[in-house]
Nanobody
Framework: QVQLVESGGGSVQAGGSLRLSCTAS????????MAWFRQVPGKEREGVARIYTLIGTTLYADSVKGRFTISYDNTQRTLYLQMNSLKPEDTGKYYC???????????????WGQGTQVTVSS
């Protein structure tokens, strides 16, 4: 069973930066697509960024383009999300996910981390 463990969340003021990390606990293949989602209470889980780990192709939600960068270190089996120029609306619980489908729909991902909270104050 693949386990994904996130870290790096926290509280920051608007305009600040955070870097999230997500490490796979085993070398078991979990699919070439990895992504970051975020969720706030009462809303569906929203896709933030996705990467095709084999060649590094990325996809971003319009709301984070130019501010967030997703990357993957194959040797460390670690997914990153560098978040700059953070806004209060970026607040939420951030989850990493892995799967075999080129999708930004949460239901299409097979493996999930436990989530890490990001809070951005104005």
């Amino acid at each position: 069973q693949v386990q994904l463990v996130e870290s790096g969340g926290g509280s920051v003021q608007a305009g600040g930066s955070l870097r999230l990390s997500c490490t796979a606990s085993r070398s078991t293949y979990s699919g070439p697509y990895m992504a970051w989602f975020r969720q706030v209470p009462g809303k569906e889980r929203e896709g933030v960024a996705r990467i095709y780990t084999l060649i590094g192709t990325t996809l971003y939600a319009d709301s984070v383009k130019g501010r967030f960068t997703i990357s993957y270190d194959n040797t460390q089996r670690t997914l990153y999300l560098q978040m700059n120029s953070l806004k209060p609306e970026d607040t939420g619980k951030y989850y990493c996910a892995a799967g075999t489908r080129a999708s930004v729909v949460a239901a299409h991902f097979d493996y999930w981390g436990q989530g890490t909270q990001v809070t951005v104050s104005s």
